[in-house]
Nanobody, 123 residues
Framework: VQLQAFGGGLVQAGDSLRLSCAPSRRTTSNNGVGWFRQAPGKEREFVATISWNGDRSYIADSVKGRFTISRDRASNMVFLQMNSLKPEDTAVYYC?????????????????WGQGTQVTVSS
């Protein structure tokens, strides 16, 4: 397993969660990393992305103002802080390593995908 996402769980609307992505240095130390999610019966959607050195990041409009992405170069970990969670945020969240160093909102730009972590938000 080259990437592992963890930190999901069952929370109530309005709560916060922080997801972590633990990639291997071989796959992500010089790569952009993104978070995507997939809800039951829906297509996978982009959530957030950050460049290899953290100088660029993009957040989906659907979660802007509530979610932030960050990375720690020393540990090579990438984090997704999710605040003010809503029931519509319920999904399996995946982290992925891009083919290049840039942040990208397109799933086709990602080469390595990890196992997801389930986030369930109750109303």
């Amino acid at each position: 397993v080259q990437l592992q996402a963890f930190g999901g769980g069952l929370v109530q609307a309005g709560d916060s969660l922080r997801l972590s992505c633990a990639p291997s240095r071989r796959t992500t130390s010089n790569n952009g990393v993104g978070w995507f999610r997939q809800a039951p019966g829906k297509e996978r959607e982009f959530v957030a992305t950050i460049s290899w050195n953290g100088d660029r990041s993009y957040i989906a409009d659907s979660v802007k103002g509530r979610f932030t992405i960050s990375r720690d170069r020393a540990s090579n970990m990438v984090f997704l802080q999710m605040n003010s969670l809503k029931p519509e945020d319920t999904a399996v969240y995946y982290c992925a390593a891009a083919r290049g160093a840039s942040a990208s909102t397109s799933g086709t730009d990602y080469r390595y995908w990890g196992q997801g972590t389930q986030v369930t938000v109750s109303s």
